[in-house]
């Protein structure tokens, strides 16, 4: 079925970038298309960017012009590059693939 295992979770100021990576194992990215999402405690998951498997991106209107998704099929990664955050950006980022497998998450905290 394929694990992901996402990293670069961390503490930032507003107005900061950082850049999340999830890698995958035994997931296609020229079948599955992948997302990144995120949430708050209490809240309903949110999906912030997708990559579909033929080489689309989609945003939440939340983070359009401020992430970016990318893939790279040599490393079989998925990175998601967040610049000028907010404080409202804070949550818990997961990575998803198409065939429904959760990577366990990374923490990303936007305060001054």
């Known amino acids: 079925q394929g694990q992901l295992v996402e990293s670069g979770g961390g503490l930032v100021q507003p107005g900061e970038s950082l850049t999340l990576s999830c890698a995958a194992s035994?997931?296609?990215?020229?079948?599955?298309?992948m997302y990144w999402y995120r949430q708050v405690p209490g809240m309903q998951r949110e999906l912030v960017a997708t990559?579909?498997?033929?080489?689309?991106?989609i945003y939440a209107d939340s983070v359009k012009g401020r992430f970016t998704i990318s893939k790279d099929s040599a490393k079989n990664t998925v990175d998601l590059q967040m610049n000028n955050l907010k404080p409202e950006d804070t949550a818990v980022y997961y990575c998803?693939?198409?065939?429904?497998?959760w990577g366990q998450g990374t923490q990303v905290t936007v305060s001054s």
């Open positions: 035994k997931i296609s990215f020229s079948i599955y298309s």
């Open positions: 998803h693939s198409g065939n429904d497998v």
């Open positions: 990559s579909t498997w033929y080489g689309s991106t």
